[in-house]
């Protein structure tokens, strides 16, 4: 079945750099991407998707890009700030085929120091 | 708030025990979607139903069981239960199959902790 993998399982980064969170795929047929943000006790909310006729999508602080042939996709959070703290889940989805769930990674817990 | 709407909250149990879990999708969401959140585990898919009908099936254990009403509404039964079935149990909506512009809305989840 397809397999979401996520790197690294945590990060951690001085307030103001910038943090990559990277995700492969397995099947080529996935054509949707979301990022989920979830923070400590609370439910995950999408903050940003891709879908695979795009390489790179951005929302303020917030990008993902796409690289389709190489099947990875990876979130990027620039000027981090304290209230990026979270954990993050990737997932993919192959839209309109027989699958009609996401997968998700394992997540990554981010932790932004003051 | 994103709409959907999960009971209980919080559930304590022993081993052996059936519980009910509820779900609540938003106002016009056909499909519904459970995930089982382990400690320190990422989200794990169950199962997902649409318009009352089973779509997809996950790592559902034989123990679990879910089902979607004509309201709409899910439950998702669990009997058995063990020590390792303690967890999050999250249910997100989304108007029609996950995919683009059909993004899925996670409730608050219920805690359940199996002693």
């Given amino acids: ?114 | 708030d994103s709409g959907v709407t999960q009971t209980p909250k919080h559930l304590i149990t022993a081993t052996g025990q059936r519980v009910t879990l509820r779900c609540s999708p938003r106002s016009g969401d056909l499909s519904v979607y459970w995930y089982q959140q382990s400690l320190d585990q990422g989200l794990q898919f169950l199962i997902q139903y649409y318009n009352g009908e089973e779509r997809a099936k996950g790592n559902i254990l034989e123990r679990f069981s879910a089902q979607q009403f004509p309201d709409l509404h899910s439950e998702l039964n669990l009997s058995s239960l063990e020590l390792g079935d303690s967890a999050l149990y999250f249910c997100a909506s989304s108007v029609g199959l996950a995919g683009v512009g059909h993004e899925q809305f996670f409730g608050p989840g219920t805690r359940l902790t199996v002693l």
């Avoid at chain 1, 399982?9 to 054509?31: F, P, R």
């Fill in chain 1, 1 to 114: 079945g397809e397999n979401v993998e996520q790197h690294p399982s945590t990060l951690s980064v001085q307030e103001g750099d910038s943090a990559v969170i990277k995700c492969t795929y397995s099947d080529s047929a996935s054509n949707y991407f979301p990022w989920y943000k979830q923070e400590l006790g609370k439910r995950p909310q999408l903050i940003i998707d891709i879908r695979s006729n795009v390489g790179e999508k951005k929302d303020q602080r917030i990008a993902v890009t796409l690289n389709k042939t190489a099947k990875h996709f990876s979130l990027h959070i620039t000027e981090t700030q304290p209230e990026d703290s979270a954990v993050y889940f990737c997932a993919d989805l192959n839209y309109g085929g027989s699958q009609g769930n996401l997968i998700f990674g394992k997540g990554t817990k981010l932790s932004v120091k003051p």
